[in-house]
Structures are given as C-alpha cells and as structure tokens.
Nanobody, 121 residues
Framework: QVQLVESGGGLVQAGGSLRLSCAAS????????MGWYRQAPGKERELVAR???????NYADFVKGRFTISRDNAKNTVFLQMNSLEPEDTAVYYC???????????????WGQGTQVTVSA
C-alpha cells in the first residue's frame, strides 16, 4: 500500500505564510512527478504547482512569485511554501504523486486526503 499524508494546513491572516508537507510511504521504487492541487467550495480542483524528480517546476499563474514547491527525494516528501496568502487561496490542498511500486513496472497516480487552508481577510 502507498499513502500520501499532508500536513501544515491551518488558519492564517491575509499576507501570512504557511508551509505544507506531503510524505509518501509504503512500497515505493520511485516517484516521478509530485504536485499540489487545490479545491475551493463550489469550484473544480485545480493545479497549484508540480515538480518532477529532476527538480523542474511548473506553477499556476495565480501563485507565481508567492508559492514555492520543493521536494526531498530521499524522504519521498514534497513541500509547498506559501507566502503572501490571500483570502482567494482558501481551499483544501491536495498532494498528488506518480509512483512506481515495482521495478520496471508502471507508475500509478496517488492522492492525499487533503489539508484545509483558510486565509482570513
């Protein structure tokens, strides 16, 4: 079994910062892409940022310059540093990863359970 467990969400005032973490555990051979998505009430889930094993990153336009994604490959963990938070950033944030569980096998898509981020005005 593979699990993704997020942590670090909470309530913060506008202009504040939070750091999200997501640790993957279980039988893992390798992780190619890891990313953060979010879903606000009444809206579809959307990409926030993603990072591949080599370190290349991709961000949604609405977070560029404010959020930074990073990963610790040795610990199968991805982070999201969120600065200058705005009320519009309020959402449940989900971690996602493409994980290979068997040598020479395919990768599978896994999601975490989500962590709530609430930004007050």
């Amino acid at each position: 079994q593979v699990q993704l467990v997020e942590s670090g969400g909470g309530l913060v005032q506008a202009g504040g910062s939070l750091r999200l973490s997501c640790a993957a555990s279980g039988k893992i051979i390798s992780i190619s892409e890891m990313g953060w998505y979010r879903q606000a009430p009444g809206k579809e889930r959307e990409l926030v940022a993603r990072i591949i094993s080599g370190g290349n990153t991709n961000y949604a336009d609405f977070v560029k310059g404010r959020f930074t994604i990073s990963r610790d490959n040795a610990k199968n963990t991805v982070f999201l540093q969120m600065n200058s938070l705005e009320p519009e950033d309020t959402a449940v944030y989900y971690c996602r990863a493409d994980i290979q569980r068997v040598s020479w096998g395919p990768t599978y898509n896994y999601w975490g359970q989500g962590t709530q981020v609430t930004v007050s005005a």
